[in-house]
């Protein structure tokens, strides 16, 4: 049996959240990063002897539309895999039931799924310095209990999944994050943007209507010089405030 992960974590917090749950594998995963622009992914085919990990996070309680096209174009080829999605300590409504029918669309059969929660890429105040201790306890105790299913002989049963369908309205234009005056032009932002959204040409820019506030650019700039509209975060801070207070847990889905 061969392992993979298929990863779409522009910031970071979706791949610590794969890794916690890959580790009871009995051995190292080979990683799809779906956030490379660069990749060819319809290359990408499965049998049904791998089991593959896929792992998004949600935005808006929806998949992302960039991770759902290009998770849309691999094979599935009957492997196992296991869905997560993790969200912001907001909600992430229809983001795993959507993901299940990707990937089942696919030619994957899904047999367990997870939610998790990492820091919100944008309002970084909701649950700050997560996955944290906690977190990542309770997600090796859901890896061990994902693995013994992985192991039982047979076409694994359908977990029950949450979420509606027809799915939630995905949201619009969200927040294009801008450069300042502490912009080198180094073209890290440019290499690495999911969505080829900044201009090499011009570095300093951005396209809002490719931009998918995804944040990747503002987390990896190494002179802190790419950031979105202060008055806005503020703004949407208060407005998730509610929904966002009192600690969500990790949850787990399984037949048994």
Excluded at 52 to 70: Q, Y
Excluded at 71 to 79: H, P, T, V
Excluded at 208 to 232: D, L
């Amino acid at each position: 049996m061969s392992f993979y992960k298929l990863i779409f974590s522009p910031t970071g917090g979706t791949e610590k959240v794969a890794a916690a749950l890959a580790q009871a594998w009995s051995q190292p995963a080979e990683t799809v990063d779906l956030s490379n622009a660069g990749s060819n992914f319809s290359k990408c085919a499965f049998g049904d002897g791998d089991t593959v990990l896929i792992a998004v996070p949600s935005f808006g309680g929806r998949v992302p539309k960039l991770a759902a096209e290009r998770l849309a174009e691999i094979k599935g080829g009957s492997a196992k895999c296991v869905l997560v999605c993790v969200y912001g300590n907001r909600a992430y409504e229809d983001t795993l039931a959507e993901l299940a029918d990707i990937a089942e669309s696919c030619g994957f059969r899904v047999t367990a799924a997870v939610s998790a929660i990492a820091e919100h890429s944008i309002i970084h105040q909701y649950a700050a310095g997560r996955p944290d201790a906690r977190d990542m306890e309770t997600l090796a105790a859901f890896s061990k209990q994902i693995q013994e299913k992985l192991a039982l002989p047979g076409i694994p049963q359908k977990p029950e999944i949450p979420g509606s369908r027809p799915y939630k309205k995905a949201g619009g234009a969200g927040l294009a994050p801008k450069a300042d005056k502490n912009c080198v032009n180094c073209g890290l932002c440019t290499k690495n943007c999911p969505a080829g959204a900044i201009d090499p040409s011009n570095v300093k820019s951005c396209s809002k209507g490719k931009c998918i506030s995804c944040m990747r650019c503002v987390a990896q700039c190494p002179h802190q010089a790419r950031r979105v509209n202060g008055a806005m975060v503020s703004a949407a801070a208060l407005a998730l405030k509610k929904a966002c207070a009192g600690r969500k847990e990790p949850e787990l889905f399984i037949a048994v």
